[in-house]
T-cell receptor, first 115, second 111 residues
Framework: DAGVTQSPTHLIKTRGQQVTLRCSPK?????VSWYQQALGQGPQFIFQ???????QRGNFPDRFSGHQFPNYSSELNVNALLLGDSALYLC??????????????FGPGTRLTVL | KNQVEQSPQSLIILEGKNCTLQ??????????LRWYKQDTGRGPVSLTI?????NTKSNGRYTATLDADTKQSSLHITASQLSDSASYIC??????????FGPGTRLSVLP
């Protein structure tokens, strides 16, 4: 089991550009959550997807959008990039139907730098 | 406001020593509290998960405590190792909602 994988590892963009980040969940997981982590800060929840729909959303503007595919993989899209979007973007997967407090497994993240 | 605070912000200890990290939260309705370890530039890795009814849980040299009445938690690391150098993040889950992350405590273990 490869666990949660994310691509690319690093990305450099300029202001105003658009970016797409990708995530493949851990085998058996149907739910994907995305987080933004600025340097020296804790992760901030962006949104969560399951059954190919956005189910919950944090306090992020509409420039941040996502998608989940039938194989449970997910994309995070950010339009009109700002310097403040520079961060580590983390994907976490979980099994929504697992009993008890479900575990979230995090990927290694994508480091986005906006110049 | 649903918040998670952690102290200290950073900590330096010598290899072999013990340390305790603190977490205070105002999140409600409370579902569970988790501690994660995050190496620099990597994704967080779960250490412990505690529900309302649990007041202590161990994972090797890591022991977490929870006082749901005072809304406080601690993570105790015993006999620290160089590999313990990382950020430790306290995360509180709300019922039917997603997670609220603390800012983390940066631990450095020196030889």
């Amino acid at each position: 089991d490869a666990g949660v994988t994310q691509s690319p590892t690093h990305l450099i963009k300029t202001r105003g550009q658009q970016v797409t980040l990708r995530c493949s969940p851990k085998s058996g997981h149907d739910t994907v959550s995305w987080y933004q982590q600025a340097l020296g800060q804790g992760p901030q929840f962006i949104f969560q997807y399951y059954e190919e729909e956005e189910r919950q959303r944090g306090n992020f503007p509409d420039r941040f959008s996502g998608h989940q595919f039938p194989n449970y993989s997910s994309e995070l899209n950010v339009n009109a990039l700002l310097l403040g979007d520079s961060a580590l973007y983390l994907c976490a997967s979980s099994d929504r139907l697992a009993g008890g407090p479900y575990e979230q497994f995090f990927g290694p993240g994508t480091r986005l730098t906006v110049l | 406001k649903n918040q998670v605070e952690q102290s200290p912000q950073s900590l330096i200890i010598l290899e072999g020593k013990n340390c305790t990290l603190q977490c205070n939260y105002t999140v409600s309705p409370f579902s569970n509290l988790r501690w994660y370890k995050q190496d620099t530039g990597r994704g967080p890795v779960s250490l412990t998960i505690m529900t309302f009814s649990e007041n202590t849980k161990s994972n090797g040299r890591y022991t977490a405590t929870l006082d749901a009445d005072t809304k406080q938690s601690s993570l105790h690391i015993t006999a620290s190792q160089l590999s313990d150098s990382a950020s430790y993040i306290c995360v509180v889950s709300r019922y039917g909602q997603n997670f609220v992350f603390g800012p983390g405590t940066r631990l450095s273990v020196l030889p």
